[in-house]
C-alpha cells in the first residue's frame, strides 16, 4: 500500500510551549462555558435557562475576547471576524449560526457554505487588491437612446491568482474547492480556471485525537509534483479541526523536493490549535478562517462546531463502499455541476488524465 501516515504526536511536537499553555488556559475557559451548556440543557424552569443564556453569552464573549487578542500576535492566522470592519461581523456571525444548526438542511447548507466562501474570497484576495483595480465594461439589454454600456470598477486580482494550484483534500473539501475556484475564475481578467490536485487523505476515526493518525492514500491522489513546485497552494476545507491532514500533505511534498510559493488554508471554521499547528508546522503558511472556535473534544471535533461538515455537504458515504471523486461530482446533479462547469472539467481532466 503507497500510503503515508502522519502522527498526531508529530504535529504537537511544532507546538512551542507557549502554545500548550495557550491551549490549556482555553480548554480552561471552554470547560467554564460547558457547565453552562449543561445548566441549560437541563433548565427546570424559565428563570433558570435565561439565567444560563446570560453565562453563556458571557463565557462566549470572554472568550471571543481573549481569542481576538491572541490573534493579534499570530500576522500569520486571519480571522474575518476579528480583521474586518464590526459592520461586517453581523453578516459572518449569522451565517456560522445557520451552518450550526442541526435544523439546517443539506440544500440550505450548501447555500450558506457558498456564501461563506464569497465572504472569504473577498478577505483572502479581493481585500488585498483595492489598491488596483480594473475597469469591466458590459454591454447591458438597454437600447434606448443608444445601446447602453455600464462601466464597473473591481479589485484587479490576477496577479494573486494566476500563479494558483487548487488543492483538495477529499471529500468535505470538494465543493468549497469549487467554490472558491469558481470566484476567482469570476475575478479574473481572462476567466482563470485553477488547475486542481486531488488528494485523497483521512484521518483514522478510530482513534482519539491524542493519538490520531493521517493517511495519504497516494494511489488514490491525482497530481503531478512537478506542477506544484513553486505554485501558490490554494487548500479550502469548511472545518480545520485539528491541521494534521494539510500538515501531512505539504510535509510530503517538501520531503519530495516541492517548494510552493505559498501555502493558504482558507476554513469557514477553524479551531485554535489546528491553526497554530499548521503555522507553527509549515513556514510561510497561512491560515484564514471566517470563524474561529476554541477547542477541540476528545474525538478531535471542533467546539462548539457544526458536525460533519462533510456529510452534511455531500450526505454520507457508507463504508463498504465510499464514492469516488467523479461519482460525487455526478451525485451533486446537474444544477450544481453546471453551474461549476468549468471546475468540474479541470476536476475530470485532472482524474481522467492523471
Keep these: 500500500m503507497n500510503k503515508i501516515i502522519l502522527h498526531a ?11 500548550k499553555e495557550t491551549l490549556a488556559h482555553v480548554d480552561a475557559l471552554y470547560g467554564e462555558y460547558l457547565d453552562h451548556c449543561r445548566r441549560l440543557e437541563s433548565a427546570p424552569d424559565e428563570a433558570t435557562c435565561e439565567e444560563a443564556h446570560r453565562a453563556l453569552t458571557s463565557g462566549a464573549t470572554e472568550i471571543g475576547r481573549y481569542l481576538k487578542n491572541l490573534m493579534a500576535d499570530e500576522p500569520s492566522i486571519h480571522v474575518y471576524s476579528f480583521e474586518t470592519p464590526r459592520e461586517q461581523h453581523a453578516q459572518a456571525s449569522r451565517l456560522i449560526a445557520k451552518l450550526r444548526n442541526p435544523s439546517t438542511g443539506q440544500e440550505e447548507f450548501l447555500y450558506y ?25 458590459t454591454r447591458t439589454p438597454v437600447t434606448a437612446p443608444v445601446q447602453n454600456y455600464a462601466v464597473h470598477r473591481i479589485p484587479d486580482v490576477d496577479s494573486q491568482i494566476h500563479n494558483s494550484v487548487m488543492c483538495i483534500m477529499l471529500r468535505g473539501a470538494l465543493l468549497p474547492s469549487m467554490i472558491l475556484s469558481k470566484e476567482i475564475q469570476e475575478y479574473s481578467s481572462d476567466g482563470f480556471v485553477t488547475p486542481f490536485a486531488l488528494f485523497k487523505i483521512k484521518r483514522d476515526d478510530t482513534k482519539k485525537e491524542a493519538n490520531m493518525d493521517y493517511i495519504l492514500d497516494l494511489d488514490k491522489s491525482y497530481f503531478s509534483l512537478e506542477e506544484l513546485d513553486g505554485k501558490d497552494l490554494i487548500f479550502a476545507d469548511p472545518m480545520n479541526a485539528t491541521g494534521g491532514s494539510l500538515v501531512t500533505i505539504v510535509k510530503y511534498l517538501k520531503d519530495h523536493g516541492i517548494k510552493p510559493k505559498s501555502v493558504k488554508f482558507i476554513n469557514v471554521i477553524s479551531a485554535l490549535k489546528g491553526s497554530l499547528r499548521i503555522v507553527r508546522a509549515i513556514e510561510g503558511a497561512e491560515v484564514y478562517t471566517l470563524w474561529m472556535d476554541p477547542v477541540l473534544n476528545d474525538a478531535a471535533y471542533i467546539l462548539p462546531g457544526l458536525g460533519d461538515a462533510g456529510d452534511r455537504l455531500n450526505g454520507k458515504d457508507r463504508d463498504e463502499n465510499p464514492r469516488n471523486i467523479i461519482q460525487l461530482i455526478a451525485d451533486y446533479g446537474s444544477s450544481i455541476t453546471n453551474l461549476y462547469r468549468s471546475q468540474v472539467r479541470e476536476i475530470e481532466k485532472t482524474v481522467l488524465e492523471g
Design 9 to 19: 504526536t508529530d504535529l504537537d511536537g511544532y507546538l512551542k510551549d507557549s502554545d
Design 113 to 137: 457554505i457558498q456564501r461563506a466562501y464569497e465572504l472569504l474570497f473577498g478577505h483572502v484576495y479581493a481585500d488585498a487588491a483595492l489598491e488596483t483595480k480594473r475597469s469591466i465594461i
